[in-house]
């Protein structure tokens, strides 16, 4: 997202950020919501198969968008 004012690394793009404004931004579009986050990792056994330097993780999410029937 091009938009987005954070890297991949967690640093902010530019000297400053707001919310509000971003959010402005994206008026109007299609809403989703998170609701369940599930982590998980490699047990010791099948890591060792792997480099010494890799961690492998992995993370479920549960994203839901509400539809209205009016609006």
């Known amino acids: 997202m091009t ?5 991949e690394i967690g ?4 000297g400053s950020f707001n919310y509000t404004g971003l959010a402005e931004d994206y008026q109007g579009e299609t ?3 998170i609701e369940k986050v599930r982590t ?4 010791d056994r099948t890591r060792n198969v792997l480099a010494n330097e890799l961690y492998v ?13 009016f609006q």
């Open 11 to 14: 640093d902010l793009k530019g």
């Open 31 to 33: 809403k989703f919501c």
């Open 3 to 7: 938009g987005y004012p954070i890297t």
């Open 40 to 43: 998980s990792k490699l047990t």
């Open 57 to 69: 993780g992995f993370v479920d999410f549960d994203i839901e968008q509400y539809r209205y029937r």
